[in-house]
């Protein structure tokens, strides 16, 4: 009797014992799988994190290539103004002229029409002048500064720059298309500022990193309404010039305490 007992628990224990390692056995084979199914997961992340970059890259060099054409639509209109409408307003000059010698009585209407002539050429040089960004011919930094100082010359405000040697040092590719994407912002960040900022003094700073390219604008004016409203044209201008480099605009500004507009673009 004893001798059944023994045997009958023996039995239980080995069923039991057996059962356990069926058991872990199984769990193995349940962690073994969901240790496959997290790997292929973070292969799939790993895969749609790069096809991210991937697109993100390639609308980054999409977008580069529009600005391209842009700036050679923009030369190529320059060169029809300068040449077509140049040469007009240098004849309708030459004809006043003539006709103030022949017509003496008329020089005084002839002189006002001789006026309007040389600010309508005036006009179309600084049109020309602007559409194509051909002050970086000689370095993003001699451009600023000429930007510079046409700003301070025409609004009365003092305009300093604040940048390290290494700012203005442009690699090839996506380095020089920033360059021509800093100019332009910086030329509608200023212009913003002389028609509405009421400032006294404007600071640019330039920092170019290892991989992106930041640019600040501040004035002392009298800032913008809080919240900061982005519906002008002069920042939703700048917006869509940040935006289309793959860049970021961040707008700080207090009423009475100026404005900072800081734009930060990616370089390869």
């Known amino acids: 009797m004893e001798i059944d007992i ?27 799988e969901l240790h496959q199914r997290l790997g292929m997961e973070r292969g799939s992340r790993e895969l749609a994190e790069q096809a991210l970059v ?6 980054h060099r999409l977008n580069a290539s529009q600005q391209s054409l842009r700036d050679a639509e923009r030369r190529r209109i320059a060169r ?9 307003l240098l004849a309708l000059t ?3 002229a003539r006709l103030a010698i022949r017509h003496p009585q008329l020089a005084e209407p002839l002189a006002q029409v001789e006026a309007r002539l040389h600010s309508a050429t005036r006009s179309l040089r600084t049109i020309v002048r602007d559409l194509p960004p051909e002050a970086l011919e000689d370095g993003l930094q001699g451009a600023l500064q000429q930007q510079m100082e046409q700003f301070s010359r025409l609004s009365g405000i003092p305009c300093r720059l604040e940048a390290e040697p290494a700012a203005f040092t442009a690699q090839s590719g996506d380095g020089a298309v920033m360059d021509a994407v ?3 912002v910086l030329q509608e960040s ?13 600071c640019i700073g330039l920092c170019r990193g290892a991989d992106s390219l930041s640019l600040t604008v501040r004035d002392n004016g009298i800032g913008l309404p809080d919240p900061p ?7 939703r201008g700048i917006a869509q010039r940040v935006a289309e480099a793959g860049g970021r605009l961040d ?18």
């Open 182 to 184: 800093v100019y332009r």
């Open 6 to 32: 023994i045997v009958a628990g023996g039995v239980a224990l080995a069923t039991i014992a057996l059962a356990l390692l069926w058991r872990q056995h199984r769990l193995r084979r349940v962690l073994a």
């Open 190 to 202: 200023l212009s913003n500022i002389a028609r509405h900022a009421q400032a006294s003094e404007v």
């Open 251 to 268: 707008i700080s500004s207090e009423p009475g305490h100026g404005t900072a507009l800081t734009m930060s673009f990616p370089i390869q």
């Open 80 to 88: 029809d103004l300068h040449d077509d409408m140049g040469q007009h």
């Open 94 to 96: 030459f004809e006043v």
């Open 229 to 235: 409203a982005r519906s002008g044209l002069g920042l």
């Open 54 to 59: 991937q697109t993100r890259q390639q609308i």
